[in-house]
């Protein structure tokens, strides 16, 4: 990870394991985003519209536009390139996630307890970072039922 401290705030690059089913809730923030697949596959919805990314596809987000990406392999993990402009949004990553021992390193399973925590905190970590957090099912109507179910295991629901 390249860190905002290490460009004077002006991007920040992160390299992201996504595990099968995983990504994060449906947002938007002032940020820019670019995505890049280095390996898997992952689909990401933006606006009203989705996109099927393969390794060596990009992708950018612009500020504010509602989107998220899944990896809606039941089984294979995906890794991305994120290059977040402005920089901070990486804080809020390292904020809201949990350490893992190295970048493959599946996240541990969340007590439901914390979960409940966490969830109810994040309408204010995510204003510290000029984000906005969408309705959980913002994105249902562009996918399958089956893929909706990959993304359900994946959130233990």
């Known amino acids: 990870m390249l860190k905002g401290?290490?460009?004077?705030?002006?991007?920040a690059f992160i390299d992201m394991h996504v595990p099968p089913g995983g990504g994060p809730v449906p947002h938007a923030h002032e940020f820019e985003e670019m995505f890049y697949v280095v390996e898997g596959e992952v689909a990401v919805f933006c606006h009203d519209s989705?996109?099927?990314?393969?390794?060596?596809?990009?992708?950018?987000?612009?500020?504010?536009?509602?989107?998220?990406?899944k990896n809606m392999s039941p089984v294979v993990p995906s890794?991305?390139?994120?290059?977040?402009?402005?920089?901070?949004?990486?804080?809020?990553?390292?904020?809201?996630?949990?350490?893992?021992?190295?970048?493959?390193t599946p996240p541990p399973r969340v007590d439901p307890a914390k979960m409940d925590e966490l969830m109810k905190q994040l309408p204010a970590i995510a204003e510290r970072y000029h984000t906005r957090i969408l309705l959980?099912?913002?994105?249902?109507?562009?996918?399958?039922?089956?893929?909706?179910?990959?993304?359900?295991?994946?959130?233990?629901?």
């Open 5 to 11: 401290k290490d460009t004077a705030g002006a991007y």
């Open 50 to 69: 989705r996109t099927n990314m393969v390794a060596g596809m990009a992708v950018n987000i612009p500020g504010w536009a509602p989107h998220v990406f």
């Open 79 to 104: 890794r991305l390139f994120c290059v977040v402009s402005k920089a901070g949004l990486e804080e809020q990553f390292v904020e809201i996630g949990a350490p893992v021992a190295t970048r493959t």
């Open 136 to 157: 959980p099912d913002t994105f249902d109507h562009l996918m399958t039922k089956a893929e909706r179910e990959i993304v359900q295991a994946a959130n233990g629901q």
